[in-house]
């Protein structure tokens, strides 16, 4: 074994890691094939060829989930007046994961279903790849017809569509702290534009409910009053409709582009993230005489009226402006507009159109599979519903009420039903249809990872045999993990496993501390000890029950009330108590980390600062939380003297400062004093920071913890263990889970005055990464100042060994469940977490982060 250098192996192992994730996710999020050009009419779809609209205003007001329109709780009331005069026809729209901007956009202009690659486009504003210049679309129909569009709003429109609007005014769409002037940019832009006849479509997207779900949920006090704005707009849209001569014949559709959850957020696929609310508005749509009540109470999780796909926007628009179909449609003709024609044949033409464009998709990717009478004759003798051969029978019922591919005028009802049910059968197939995975890649991928794996686990078997039952504890779990990796209801719930990992942990510390204290001396010095043991395990023990129930998390008890958001907010002065209590620990051990006096006041300046800063914080964002409190004063006024930003620029200048102090400080030899403690300290209000303000006491139970490990005499490789349990633990308690939609933004523009996506980036990996970064740091203090040698390489292959382990373990469950209904909503989120884990924490942070510190304390 003495061959290898242990050290460069891990090293090794660290360059590999992120290689076979890298050619790993090119062959899981492939860009889908689709057809190039755009869609034209023959002769005979041009003669028939009625369009009920010339223009269309098209209105998306981002997160606009269902009951925020359709509720009793609604503050859209204008609107839900429009649906009860039955000019306003309401649907849920079913928008599939990922639920983020850019992939719904996709998909209800093209029609087709989005790659999941888009859910990481989404978040590089600087990225073009992800165009649509070159895709079909009903833009590029109306575009292509030689009318102007234009478009105002979230800047996302513009990187999709470049070149497509006349005239545009783009603002960034990542800027959550922003609730005002993203939609009055918007909003300034509407007297001018309805006064103009030279545009056929118009777009909106309003940013500013979006960024409140974000910042504060969407029970804050912010979200009716912004609702209450957005309803104004659409007022202020159907009365100039009304009005103007040339907006006599304008759609208005109103929408959401996803929803979000109770936490505000979105990504997943929970019923509140994908049922955002649709809405078609025109005074021609009274001729339907659907007039329907409003407000209403939901029929299901969030489902008001009837639910239609996010794509049959598409196929309904071009049917509606007398386009042709985009010719990567998944969308299906909403069938309560067909009555707008008065003419049967051209209702019936609309949905043949339908059915052929999505014919056409169907044959594109089953090329094996024929669809000509002759071949479907004998075939459909147990009429299936759904699957290719599903469709292949809808479509000869088609043909048999066809005469050479034309719409006969016989049976117009029996006809329409064949052709819709062809069109939705064919949805289902093509919107089911697994994505072109190169297995080649994934394959490469998985083995660069597992070699990885075997380079560090000599290193790792060494140690498991230095310290046996240890060993035998990691190897469980590394196991255990990688294991339930293959099912969904344990990925979605991982939470539960590693409380129950800790919990395990802790026993085992307990049984080792206890078999340690019968051995020890019976001296008084042996017995101070063994108690001092017991109650570090107490202490470990009620800190870990209280991490448990901070906050709720995963799918099955995302519900369930927890500290942060159940008992907080009804106990305030319990609360606020914490919150102060907090504060007060961080600046008294900041004070005693710094060397002179000058310094010390400084350090409970700065600390004072960074808690005034939470409290301003707070009061814009969650003023529920500090309203009637004496606490509220203090907030009141500051902020009008001081932005957030500059506090925020100013707590992190002065971190900078003690970093720099902890540099000066390299060749001190006072422990207590060293540069290590004082990063750890400025650390720790940092993170402080970057939290939300419900999960701040958190840090306190973290020290209680710290504390009782800290009496245990822990060996390196039980520190090891402990902290990296500890990361994952903590990772959870702080609100994390794996779905897209628990990432949190609401502290990733601190100190940021305008989008940069590095900064932001950055900020938003420290703001979810909170706890585990602080582990880190507390693991490199446990471990002390004791002459560990070559033990520094072995606890860095033990994590490293993990990290790879477990990355191959999602790697091997991606690839054999590729086709699992779940993969998308489940396993790519996960996967995608899996890539922060190994990259942003164990590199970046565990490795990095740890070296640096340590080579701080090599120069003392």
């Known amino acids: 074994m003495g061959v290898f250098n242990w050290g460069w192996a891990t090293l090794f192992a660290n360059v590999l890691i992120p290689v076979g994730i890298l050619i790993f996710s090119s062959g899981f999020f492939p860009y889908k094939p689709l057809l190039p050009g755009l869609a034209t009419f023959d002769q005979a779809d041009q003669d028939a060829t009625l369009p009920v609209f010339d223009k269309v205003v098209f209105m998306v007001v981002d997160a606009l989930r269902s009951d925020f329109v359709y509720s009793n709780e609604s503050g859209f009331l204008f609107t839900q007046s429009l649906i009860r005069s039955g000019v306003a026809l309401p649907f849920t729209a079913h928008a599939s994961s990922p639920t983020v901007t850019m992939p719904r956009l996709k998909a209800m202009t093209t029609g087709s279903v989005p790659s999941f690659l888009d859910v990481i486009l989404n978040i590089a504003e600087s990225d073009t790849s992800s165009t649509l210049a070159f895709q079909d679309t009903w833009l590029a129909q109306i575009k292509a017809r030689g009318d102007q569009l234009v478009m105002y709003g979230d800047d996302t429109w513009l990187k999709l569509f470049p070149g497509m609007f006349g005239r545009s005014d783009g603002t960034t769409s990542f800027f959550v702290s922003d609730f005002v002037e993203v939609d009055n940019n918007v909003t300034r832009h509407i007297p001018d534009e309805l006064a103009q006849s030279d545009w056929s479509a ?117 049917g509606l402006l007398g386009l042709p179909v985009p010719l990567n449609s998944l969308g299906v003709f909403i069938p309560e507009f067909l009555d707008l024609w008065d003419d049967q044949s051209t209702r019936l033409h609309v949905l043949y159109r339908n059915a052929r464009q999505l014919l056409n998709t169907v044959q594109a990717t089953f090329p094996s599979f024929t669809f000509d009478a002759a071949s479907l004759a004998d075939s459909c003798m147990m009429e299936p519903d759904s699957g290719i051969e599903g469709a292949r029978c809808a479509w000869s019922r088609v043909l048999r009420e066809t005469s050479s591919g034309n719409v006969i005028e016989r049976d117009f009802e029996a006809l329409e039903s064949s052709l819709l049910q062809f069109s939705r059968i064919a949805q289902n197939l093509m919107s089911s249809t697994a994505s072109n995975y190169d297995v080649s890649r994934l394959s490469l991928g998985l083995l660069i990872t597992a070699v990885a794996a075997v380079v560090v686990f000599p290193i790792t078997y060494q140690e498991c045999k230095r310290s046996t039952y240890t060993g035998i504890f990691l190897l469980f779990l590394i196991i255990g993990y990688g294991s339930m990796m293959f099912a969904s209801s344990y ?370």
């Open 491 to 860: 990925v979605e719930e991982e939470q539960q496993f590693w409380y129950w990992i800790c919990s395990g942990w802790m026993v085992y510390l307990h049984i080792r501390s206890a078999s340690s204290s019968t051995t020890a001396s019976s001296s008084r010095a042996g017995v101070f000890s063994a108690n001092a043991g017991k109650f570090a395990i107490l202490g470990f023990a009620i800190a870990l029950r209280l991490v448990r129930r901070w906050n709720q998390t995963g799918q099955k008890f995302a519900a369930e009330p927890d500290i942060a958001r159940a008992f907080f907010p009804s106990h305030r002065p319990i609360f606020w108590a914490l919150f102060m209590l907090t504060y007060a620990d961080a600046g008294l051990r900041l004070w005693r980390s710094l060397p002179s006096t000058i310094l010390k006041m400084g350090g409970v300046t700065l600390a004072t600062l960074a808690c005034v800063f939470k409290l301003n914080f707070v009061a814009n964002d969650s003023p529920e939380l500090i309203v009637d409190t004496i606490l509220s004063r203090i907030a009141e006024g500051w902020p009008s003297s001081a932005s957030l930003v500059l506090q925020a620029r100013l707590i992190f200048g002065g971190l900078g400062g003690c970093v720099l102090i902890a540099l000066a400080l390299r060749s001190r030899s006072d422990e207590n004093e060293g540069p290590s403690k004082l990063l750890h300290e400025a650390l720790h209000l940092f993170l402080m920071t970057q939290s939300r303000a419900t999960n701040i006491p958190l840090f306190l139970v973290f020290r209680i913890a710290a504390w009782s490990l800290s009496s245990m005499e822990l060996s390196d490789m039980e520190v090891t263990i402990t902290t990296m349990i500890l990361q994952y633990t903590s990772f959870f308690a702080f609100g994390g889970s794996n779905a897209i939609s628990s990432v949190d933004l609401s502290s990733a523009y601190n100190g940021v005055g305008s989008y940069s996506v590095a900064m932001v980036g950055i900020l938003t990996f420290v703001s979810n990464w909170a706890g585990p970064i602080w582990w880190v740091s507390a693991g490199h203090l446990l471990r002390g100042h004791q002459e560990h040698g070559g033990e520094s390489h072995n606890a860095a292959a033990l994590l490293t060994f993990h990290v790879a382990a477990s990355a191959l373990s999602v790697m091997a469950a991606c690839t054999a469940l590729r086709t699992h209904l779940f993969i998308w909503t489940v396993f790519s989120p996960k996967y995608l977490y899996t890539i922060a884990w190994a990259t942003g924490n164990h590199v970046a942070v565990n490795l990095f982060g740890v070296a640096g510190l340590s080579l701080l304390e090599r120069r003392r």
């Open 202 to 318: 118009m777009i909106m997207h309003y940013l500013g409910l979006d960024h409140i779900g974000h910042k504060a949920g969407p029970k804050s006090s912010h979200m009716l009053p912004k609702q209450q704005e957005m309803d104004a707009i659409v007022n202020q849209v159907y009365t100039q409709i009304e009005q103007q001569s040339h907006l006599q014949s304008t759609l208005f559709v109103l929408c959401g582009d996803h929803g979000m959850n109770d936490a505000g957020n979105h990504g997943g696929a929970s019923a509140g993230e994908t049922s955002p609310a649709l809405l078609f508005i025109s005074p021609k749509l009274a001729s339907l005489d659907l007039r329907q009540s409003s407000p209403i109470e939901p029929f299901d999780d969030l489902q008001y009226y009837r639910t239609v796909e996010q794509a049959d926007i598409t196929p309904t628009l071009a």
